[in-house]
């Protein structure tokens, strides 16, 4: 049950670190929520506020995975379904809070950062695809150990 954890420590880890990096290039107040045509329409009072937003997400669906996952058990661990989309559901949330806060890097105000683009989109299609094949190898190889 606490591999559950592991994608959403990972994604927290990696948004925290990338944060870290770039703080200081970040124009103070960020947007936090674009609309359909990529406008800004939802701002932070402290580009803190994107941190904390985003490292509340993980939390939150590490909450919802592990919850999810108790009724829900296999013989041999948790289901690798649940294991896999819970990796590629990381994934994505990682993806897309890390393209929002390097759209903001070294701009002055949160007006000037574009997102999302089209590349945004590709670059979180990409990572989530790739996050839910680790998932996937991940909970085959706990699976194949735990059969031993």
């Known amino acids: 049950m606490a591999l559950m954890l592991l994608p959403f420590a990972v994604g927290a880890a990696v948004h925290a670190m990338v944060f870290a990096f770039v703080r200081s290039s970040l124009p103070d107040p960020v947007a936090v929520h674009w609309d359909f045509k990529g406008n800004a329409d939802g701002t932070t009072t402290s580009p803190l506020g994107l941190l904390g937003l985003s490292e509340g997400v993980f939390a939150m669906e590490a909450v919802a995975f592990m919850a999810a996952c108790l009724p829900v058990r296999s013989g041999r661990g948790v289901l690798p379904g649940v294991f896999t989309l819970a990796w590629a559901t990381a994934g994505f949330t990682c993806a897309f809070s890390l393209t929002s806060l390097l759209a903001h890097a070294g701009h002055d105000q949160y007006t000037e950062a574009e997102f999302p683009t089209a590349a945004h989109w590709l670059i979180a299609a990409a990572v989530t695809a790739a996050a839910g094949g ?10 194949a150990r735990e059969s031993r």
């Open 134 to 143: 680790l998932g996937h190898l991940l909970s085959r190889a706990a699976t």
